[in-house]
């Protein structure tokens, strides 16, 4: 959604146009096939009181702004160049940054970056585009009036697929303006979504204080809903509180990310390990303690080409030697300990989960001990899995009332969490990537045992992202020298103080300047574009 002024335009209009107020039912709406638009003259008289009434304020309020807006201007001027240039290879550079702010400069954000917008994503932006444009035109009118010229009328339109608002002015009355009170005009728009965003921002860091009353904050990952094709669904729930995975504590959406993002490299590097001849591979030394009594009772199975045979409710497990123990000389004992294909153990999840953890794949090493050392009676097993495929074991709670204290659970440290009947474990075997996006979590936890507004504090912190973005997209966007953007008139003016040319040579010299922004801009969002799709 893009926001803009009717500033040039209003030239083609009747030049005996006035400033009295008029009637909606004087406006005249616009439909066609291509373009359609609502008129609206009720808020004409109330900002134009209220910006001649704090007048001096409010000018000193926009002259901050015309010094922002211009340094924006020079910056995506600058970033257009250098864009162009990585396009045409005149030098070459894979600097993230500069795909991200190109990104925000041509209205793109990484909300909806590879397309995974949702439903629920579409309402927010739809929400905050309103406000970021509502905020936009707001600024115009209100910069105009405190020169002392009401605006005509606001107007949403539809022009094709591409919604819009502006705000119409008498060309004449802007005409006769100094040239830093136009630019005043000009800039607001830009400078209020810079100070929306400063706004969403100050709200995001000030969020976990004002709620604190009522939620905890950073003390773990509150399940608010799971999708039903999750590969979780069978085992978390609405009000469940992730801890820890792998043993490493969770705290935040942030510490959540970076851990998926850990172990999805380290099961990427997995594949070296790869049995010879076999798509099954180790779980990169992540074992458990597996007391021969347990192995002597399970089955044994052997592989068979690329496959194993284990029943659905067991997995495969093989032993990994240790450097430092030597494995018992037991004739009874059938394991073999090679990995190209020799006896492997079927073994219930659930039986081996509370036992001691060995090998060197885990989030650390318990003690000082050896991270592979089990005791006598005891091997190290590793779960046996296909390629792509994840072994993460995943701590939650969903505590009863007396396992909380004024909201806050009573979780000790990972040694002894198992012996705490308010955790519990499950291992998750699969692609861990496909967790992330299926399970909808949030930092802030309820004080109380009602489920009522544990929503809250998600849906605020979703509306305040999205306005920022919004915002700052909106605000970037209308400082690019286009045509039919704030940037037009922005440029106008400041080509006009370049007195040592002449009249013609600034027309000349500004026309190229926003045919060049023009084909540039566009030629960006076809790349952005055709790198989103690929």
């Avoid at 060309?171 to 929306?196: F, Q, T």
């Avoid at 969020?207 to 509150?222: K, N, Q």
């Avoid at 959540?256 to 997995?270: F, G, R, V």
């Avoid at 990537?433 to 909808?440: G, I, R």
């Amino acid at each position: 959604m893009e926001g803009r002024r009717f500033r040039r335009f209003s030239r083609w209009q009747r030049s005996n146009e006035t400033l009295l107020p008029m009637s909606i039912n004087r406006l005249s709406n616009t439909i066609s096939c291509w373009y359609c638009d609502y008129k609206s003259s009720i808020l004409n008289e109330p900002l134009f009181h209220f910006g001649r009434r704090y007048s001096r304020c409010l000018k000193a309020w926009f002259s901050m702004g015309v010094g922002f807006s211009l340094a924006v201007l020079a910056a995506v001027t600058m970033i257009l160049l250098y864009e162009i240039g990585q396009i045409l290879c005149l030098y070459y550079s894979n600097s993230q940054m500069s795909y991200v702010m190109s990104g925000y400069l041509l209205g793109f954000s990484s909300m909806i970056s590879g397309l995974t917008i949702s439903l629920a994503d579409i309402g927010y932006l739809c929400i905050s585009s309103i406000i970021s444009v509502s905020v936009h035109e707001l600024g115009h009118a209100l910069a105009a009036a405190s020169e002392g010229i009401q605006m005509e009328y606001i107007a949403v339109f539809l022009a094709s697929l591409f919604p819009g608002a502006l705000v119409a002015f008498n060309h004449e009355l802007l005409l006769a303006l100094s040239k830093v009170s136009a630019l005043r005009i000009y800039c607001a728009g830009v400078w209020h979504n810079a100070a929306l965003c400063a706004v969403c921002a100050w709200a995001l860091f000030v969020e976990p204080l004002i709620l604190s009353p009522f939620y905890i904050h950073d003390e773990g990952r509150m399940v608010l809903d799971v999708s039903p094709t999750s590969p979780l669904s069978g085992y978390l729930s609405p009000g469940d509180v992730i801890i820890s995975l792998d043993g490493i504590r969770i705290n935040n959406l942030q510490e959540w990310s970076q851990m998926i993002a850990i172990l999805t490299e380290h099961y990427e590097n997995s594949q070296n390990h790869s049995l010879p001849g076999n798509s099954m591979k180790t779980s990169v030394g992540k074992g458990y303690c597996v007391p021969y009594s347990l192995i002597e009772e399970s089955k044994h199975i052997s592989l068979k080409g690329n496959e194993t045979s284990c029943p659905d409710e067991l997995s495969p497990f093989i032993t990994i030697q240790c450097l430092d123990q030597a494995m018992p000389d037991d004739d009874n004992l059938e394991v073999n300990h090679q990995r190209d294909g020799g006896e492997l153990h079927c073994l219930y999840a659930t039986d081996i989960l509370n036992l001691e953890k060995c090998g060197d794949g885990w989030g650390r090493i318990r003690n000082n001990r050896s991270s592979c050392l089990c005791s006598k009676d005891k091997a190290c097993f590793v779960p046996l899995l296909s390629t792509g495929v994840a072994w993460v074991e995943i701590a939650y709670s969903n505590p009863p009332l007396q396992c909380s204290q004024l909201g806050t659970m009573r979780v000790v440290d990972d040694d002894n969490s198992r012996e705490n009947p308010c955790v519990k474990t499950f291992v998750f075997v699969g692609d861990v990537n496909s967790m992330k996006p299926s399970v909808l979590l949030t930092s802030y936890q309820p004080r109380w045992s009602a489920k009522f507004g544990a929503h809250l504090p998600y849906v605020l912190e979703k509306f305040l992202m999205f306005t920022f973005n919004v915002s700052l997209a909106l605000a970037l966007l209308n400082s690019l020298p286009v045509y039919f953007l704030d940037g037009e008139a922005i440029s106008e003016v400041i080509i006009h103080y370049l007195r040592f040319l002449s009249s013609r040579r600034r027309r000349t010299i500004l026309q190229y300047f926003l045919l060049g922004g023009t084909v540039a801009s566009i030629l960006i969002i076809f790349v952005q574009v055709f790198l989103v799709l690929l």
